[in-house]
């Protein structure tokens, strides 16, 4: 059984604080993605990752920086928290193409509040 | 750039009734996503659609993919309240690094 799996479901954090988001696959997937979800906005990428230590920018990644020093795990960091950066944070892997024609797995979510 | 567009963003329907939702994207691909998300929940896969022409039926959805108009369907045929949930559609970039972008989402919310 496939699994993407995010280290926190729900977290309160302040503003200013340098928060970590950690999400692990076990299906051996070269390629992982974090996503943050508000309403209305759909899924917006953040950042992501085809290989260990290699990283590109999505669509909104001010603010955000991620790391990937394993093949397995792909961390998104916010450096400095603001109240604009709550939201449902969704991590997602999904294995090179030929390899399958699969879809992306999701992580359970990460609900983060910055007060 | 890869833009993802889907219509409408909200529907609300009656139980019996059938309804079409459209996903149009800016790019070439060659692969198209549909996925389901209940409220607090994450996203579930519906259908994977891969070539021109796809067509994909699962219960009382089904899924069609027209690479040169870029631009693929979910039809909802005699609508049931469980079938209330966001549906999004995802694009992949064929060249490149593997960007995955979403649709905005469509709320369907279907009522008795």
């Known amino acids: 059984d496939v699994k993407v799996t995010q280290s926190s479901r729900y977290l309160v954090k302040r503003t200013g604080e340098k928060v970590f988001l950690e999400c692990v696959q076990d299906m051996d997937h070269e390629n992982m993605f974090w996503y943050r979800q508000d309403p209305g906005l759909g899924l917006r990428l953040i950042y992501f990752s085809y290989d260990v230590k290699m990283k590109e920018k999505g669509d909104i990644p001010e603010g955000y920086s991620v790391s990937r020093e394993k093949k397995e795990r792909f961390s998104l960091i916010l450096e400095s928290a603001s109240t604009n950066q709550t939201s449902m944070y969704l991590c997602?892997?999904?294995?090179?193409?030929?390899?399958?024609?699969?879809?992306?797995?999701f992580g359970q979510g990460t609900r983060l509040t910055v007060v | 750039e890869l833009k993802v567009e889907q219509n409408p963003l909200f529907l609300s329907m009656q139980e019996g009734k059938n309804y079409t939702i459209y996903c149009n994207y800016s790019t070439t691909s060659d692969r198209l996503y549909w996925y389901r998300q209940d409220p607090g929940k994450s996203l579930e896969s519906l259908f994977v659609?891969?070539?021109?022409?796809a067509v994909k039926q699962e219960g009382r959805l089904m899924a069609s993919l027209d690479t040169k108009a870029r631009l693929s369907t979910l039809h909802i045929t005699a609508a049931v309240h469980d079938l209330s949930a966001t549906y999004f559609c995802?694009?992949?970039?064929?060249?490149?690094?593997?960007?995955?972008?979403f649709g905005t989402g469509t709320r369907l919310k279907v009522l008795a």
């Open positions: 995802a694009v992949g970039t064929t060249s490149g690094t593997y960007k995955y972008i």
């Open positions: 659609l891969l070539s021109n022409g």
């Open positions: 997602a892997s999904l294995p090179n193409r030929g390899r399958g024609n699969t879809e992306a797995f």
